[in-house]
C-alpha cells in the first residue's frame, strides 16, 4: 500500500476561495474584516509565518498589518500595544505570533487579547468554552486538522484517533475538539505524550494518528498498522546539505516508510501549515461577521 497524499494546500486554497463571497458579503455592509499581527523579535519561523498569514489575508480582501517589534522589547510595551489593537474597531482579529522571547510571560501576553478579537483560539476564554462545547473561536491548527479529515474523506465519527503531543496550542484542544458530540469530530480519542510508557503500543491501535511532538521521526513505520490516516503536525528543521538553508524541514513521521502502510498522509511542508494559516482567516471573517455566537 502507498498513502494517499492529503494536499493541505489544495484544501486550504479551497477554504480561502469560500471565504471571498462572506468576505464580498461583509464589503456591502461597510465592513472590511481585518487582522493585526504582533511580532516580536526576528524568529525565522515565525518572520516566515507572518508573510505567509499577510499574503493569504490579500487574497481573500482581509486587511492586515504586522506590527514588528525588537527582540529586546519590554513585555508591558507588548500588552499596551494589544491593548490598543483591543480598542481599534479597524482590527477585528488580533493575533500575537509565537513563541515570544524569553523574557517574556506568554501567558500574561495571550490573556491581554481581547477574547472577542482572539481569531487563533488561545486565549483561555476561547479554550474554555471549547471545553464547554460552547461557540468559540477553534485553535487554527487543531480546527485545520479537522478539516483536513473531513475534506479528504477521512472523518473522524466514529474512529479511534491517537494523538501525540499535549500542548496548549494543538494536542490538549485537538483532542477535546474531536470527542465532542457533533459531525465531523464524534471520536474516541487517546492523547500520548513523552510520559507515555510503550508509544508504539498505542499508535498502532489508531485509525487516525495525528503528530505533534515537535520531534524528527518519532513515528515509524513499525507504529502504525495498516490503513491507518496520518496528520503529521510536526515541523522540525534536520540538517541537509543539499540546501541552500543547509536544512529541510520534516515531520514527526518517517514519511516514506510510514507511506508504504498509511492509507493516506500529509507531507511536511504542505500539509497541516496551509490549513492553520486558512483557519485564521475563516475565524477573521466570523469576528467581522459578528463572532462565533453570530454563526
Keep these: 500500500m502507498t498513502a494517499r497524499i492529503i494536499d493541505g494546500k489544495a484544501i486550504a486554497k479551497d477554504v480561502r476561495a469560500e471565504l471571498i463571497p462572506r468576505v464580498q458579503a461583509l464589503g456591502k455592509r461597510g465592513i472590511t474584516p481585518g487582522l493585526a499581527f504582533v511580532l516580536v523579535g526576528e524568529h525565522p519561523a515565525s518572520v516566515t509565518y507572518v508573510k505567509g498569514k499577510a499574503k493569504d489575508c490579500a487574497e481573500v480582501g482581509i486587511e492586515s498589518e504586522t506590527i514588528r517589534l525588537p527582540e529586546d522589547t519590554a513585555q508591558q510595551q507588548v500588552i499596551e500595544l494589544v491593548q490598543r489593537l483591543n480598542a481599534d474597531d479597524v482590527w477585528h482579529g488580533v493575533l500575537v505570533q509565537l513563541p515570544l522571547p524569553d523574557h517574556m510571560d506568554e501567558e500574561a501576553v495571550i490573556a491581554t487579547v481581547d477574547p472577542a478579537k482572539d481569531v487563533d483560539g488561545i486565549h483561555p476564554q476561547s479554550m474554555g468554552k471549547l471545553m464547554r462545547g460552547l461557540p ?10 479537522q478539516q483536513l479529515l473531513v475534506r479528504s474523506g477521512n472523518p473522524p465519527d466514529g474512529k479511534h484517533v491517537v494523538v501525540c503531543g499535549r500542548s496548549n496550542l494543538v494536542g490538549k484542544p485537538l483532542a477535546v475538539l474531536l470527542a ?6 464524534n471520536a474516541t480519542v487517546t492523547v500520548c505524550h513523552t510520559g507515555t510508557p510503550d508509544l508504539g503500543e498505542m499508535t498502532r491501535q489508531a485509525d487516525i494518528l495525528v503528530t505533534a511532538m515537535g520531534r524528527a521521526g518519532t513515528i515509524t513505520a513499525d507504529m502504525v498498522r495498516e490503513g491507518v490516516v496520518v496528520i503529521d503536525v510536526g515541523m522540525n528543521a534536520i540538517p541537509d546539505a543539499t540546501k541552500k538553508s543547509g536544512h529541510r524541514l520534516v515531520g514527526d513521521v518517517d514519511f516514506d516508510a510510514v507511506s508504504e502502510k498509511a492509507s493516506a498522509i500529509t507531507p511536511v511542508p504542505g500539509g497541516v501549515g496551509p490549513m492553520t494559516r486558512a483557519m485564521l482567516l475563516v475565524n477573521t471573517v466570523i469576528a467581522a461577521e459578528g463572532g462565533p455566537d453570530s454563526q
Design 136 to 145: 468559540t473561536y477553534l485553535g487554527a491548527t487543531p480546527h485545520g486538522v
Design 180 to 185: 465532542q458530540k457533533r459531525a465531523g469530530a
